[in-house]
């Protein structure tokens, strides 16, 4: 699977091979065929790895904190760092996934999901919030504002117009 990465990097998902991930893996074809059944597989399998590792290292920084606009705070410094310090990954999960067919969107639909629903949750519960409810904006789980903490985001009640 490390070898996928650079592959995709270097010559984009369009034009990555299975010979391609082979030769830099330093792999025979039938060892890639015993845990792969094509580029695509390949490729979601790193995919997968690495949106593991990022959730890992973000949610340890977010969870580090004690207001909500320090866990945010910390948790992109998190992303940032592991995105500059691994280009070919980033390269990967951020351009070259938009190319890799439906089944990779869908994958990186649900990661995009599932670091938005992280916010302001407990770490033995960010995990398990319900399917969709970060794209409702449900706030139920979210912890009650610091009060040094500004009230952005959260829904305000419309006032009505006189004479509409």
Known sequence: MAAVSPAVAELGYAEMS????????????????????????????AYDT??????RQIRRAYFEETTLRNRLRAGINAYMEFTAS????ARMCIVEV????????????????????HRGEHPRTASRLPPGSADRGDDRRRP????DEPD?????????????
């Not at 690495?50 to 959730?55: C, M, P």
């Not at 938009?98 to 629903?117: C, D, I, K």
Request: proline share 7%; glycine share 6%.
């Open 86 to 89: 691994q280009p070919d990954v």
């Open 50 to 55: 690495v949106v593991r590792q990022q959730a």
């Open 144 to 147: 009650p504002r610091d009060r």
């Open 18 to 45: 299975v010979e391609a991930i082979i030769a830099r893996a330093g792999v025979s074809r039938k060892a890639f065929y015993q845990h792969f059944k094509n580029k695509e597989d390949a490729f979601l399998a």
């Open 152 to 164: 952005h985001g959260r829904p305000h009640q419309r006032t009505p117009r006189h004479g509409r």
């Open 98 to 117: 938009l190319a890799a067919g439906p089944r990779a969107m869908s994958r990186r639909n649900e990661a995009m999901r599932m670091f938005a629903a």
